[in-house]
């Protein structure tokens, strides 16, 4: 009914499901009812509004009476599935008898509506091998309730499902966050590998361009060599002309310097033999000089 009123009005209205039509019902109540609550209103609200006595109140249970699930705490907010709240008394839901072993009577395999074993998934269940229940279709059990109602041991079949089902559910959730961080960690080693290889490569090839380069220098300077040598092989003439006519100064200015030094270390050397000869009269008799020595000291004398 409440999905129907859900789907009605947006459809027709355009309104989102901001509020839910709910079932309010049992021996506890006054004035049991069909409700439109907003979603988020606490059962404690809408109990109140239907007239609840505490005094007659023994169990509260959220959904159908087969497949409820019991809660303690009223003030729990309905949600978008919430469609029957049930405020039962004791004479409706008395205690439960203790459960006692499985005779195997298979009644609960006889109700049972989508044809399980419910005999077999409790056994799994109770021992915790939930691969074997797995395999034996537990997540396709509904449960409904009626392997519970009909067994005459008073086993609770449907809790040993639902624990079933929470635990397989945990195991594959930790299974999942295993394989993600193992798919991470994994990735993560790829990506430093790539990276270390990467590294290499760009090591490698700025190796390999800096003896490109070390190369092209060196070639360079073979290059330049060379040329320079081919040019010092071929002088140009006028150059050469140049050069000699500028050795040939410097040679002339070389002879006359050593003419001149030689010239004047003469007449240095004939000063002090005068200056000897005049100190020493009695010593050193005066040379004679014949007619060809003063024609020599003379053209010497010109010269200087």
Same mark, same amino acid.
């Given at each position: 009914m409440g999905t129907t009123t859900a789907v009605y009005d947006a459809v027709q209205h355009g309104k989102p499901l901001v509020s839910r039509v709910i079932t309010i019902t049992g021996q506890a109540v006054a004035h049991p009812q069909n409700l439109e609550a907003r979603i988020g209103t606490p059962f404690a609200d809408l109990l109140e509004y239907c007239g609840l006595s505490e005094q007659h109140l023994a169990r509260l249970i959220v959904g159908g009476p087969m497949m409820g &699930?019991? *809660?303690?705490?009223?003030? *729990?907010?309905? /949600?978008?599935? %919430?469609?029957?709240? /049930?405020?039962g008394s004791i004479n409706e839901f008395p205690a439960q008898p203790p459960a006692q072993a499985c005779i195997r009577c298979g009644m609960c395999e006889q109700v049972c509506p989508? !044809?399980? &074993?419910? $005999?077999? &998934?409790?056994?799994?269940?109770?021992?915790? !091998?939930?691969e074997k229940a797995k395999h034996h279709n537990l997540f396709d059990? /509904?449960?409904?309730?009626?392997?519970?109602? @009909?067994?005459?041991?008073? *086993?609770?079949? @449907?809790q040993y499902y639902r624990f079933a089902k929470g635990e397989i559910r945990k195991e594959d959730a930790e299974q999942r966050k295993a394989d993600h961080a193992r798919l991470r960690f994994e990735a993560r080693q790829a990506r430093q590998e790539q990276e270390q290889l990467e590294k290499e490569l760009r090591r490698k090839a700025r190796a !390999? !361009?800096?003896?490109?380069?070390?190369?092209?220098?060196?070639?360079?300077? *073979?290059?330049? $060599?060379?040329? %320079?040598?081919?040019?010092? %092989?071929e002088p140009d003439l006028k150059q050469l002309k140049t050069n000699a006519a500028v050795a040939r100064t410097k040679l002339k200015k070389a002879e006359k310097a050593l003419s001149n030094a030689q010239a004047k270390d003469w007449t240095e050397s004939m000063l002090c033999r005068k200056r000897l000869i005049s100190y020493r009269p009695s010593l050193t008799p005066q040379p004679r000089l014949t007619n060809r020595h003063s024609r020599h000291l003379l053209h010497r004398q010109r010269r200087l």
């Open positions: &699930l019991t *809660i303690e705490n009223p003030q *729990i907010p309905m /949600i978008k599935t %919430s469609n029957c709240l /049930i405020a989508v !044809e399980l &074993l419910p $005999q077999q &998934l409790h056994w799994f269940a109770k021992g915790r !091998e939930f059990c /509904i449960e409904c309730g009626a392997c519970s109602y @009909v067994c005459p041991s008073n *086993i609770p079949l @449907v !390999e !361009e800096a003896a490109k380069n070390q190369a092209a220098k060196r070639d360079a300077v *073979i290059t330049k $060599q060379a040329s %320079s040598t081919v040019e010092s %092989s």
